[in-house]
Nanobody, 117 residues
Framework: QVQLVESGGGFVQSGGSLNLSCVVS????????TGWFRQAPGKERQFVAR???????NYADSVKGRFRISRDEAKKMVYLQMNNLKPDDTAVYYC???????????WGQGTSVTVSS
């Protein structure tokens, strides 16, 4: 069963940067796509970014050009570099893994990002 542990969140001013990390265990990492989601207060969880096992990336329109997802196969980690942060980016960020079209039902505790204006 997959286990996901996110870190790297914090408080930052508008225009600042953060780099989130996620340690993945319990699966054969190279067989899974990986991604990031976020949940803002009072809102549903939404997709942010994905990187496939082959290295293909896609992003939500709201973060294109500002966020970059990457992964380290040897360390079984996923990263989200977030630049030019905006108050609307304030949320709890979660990583997840995808096999085929299905994202895991297991979620980590997430890491909180707060962007002040």
């Amino acid at each position: 069963q997959v286990q996901l542990v996110e870190s790297g969140g914090g408080f930052v001013q508008s225009g600042g940067s953060l780099n989130l990390s996620c340690v993945v265990s319990g699966i054969v990492f190279r067989n899974f796509n990986t991604g990031w989601f976020r949940q803002a207060p009072g809102k549903e969880r939404q997709f942010v970014a994905r990187i496939t096992s082959a290295g293909y990336r896609n992003y939500a329109d709201s973060v294109k050009g500002r966020f970059r997802i990457s992964r380290d196969e040897a360390k079984k980690m996923v990263y989200l570099q977030m630049n030019n942060l905006k108050p609307d980016d304030t949320a709890v960020y979660y990583c997840n893994v995808q096999y085929g079209h299905n994202w895991s039902n297991n979620w980590g505790q997430g890491t909180s990002v707060t962007v002040s204006s």
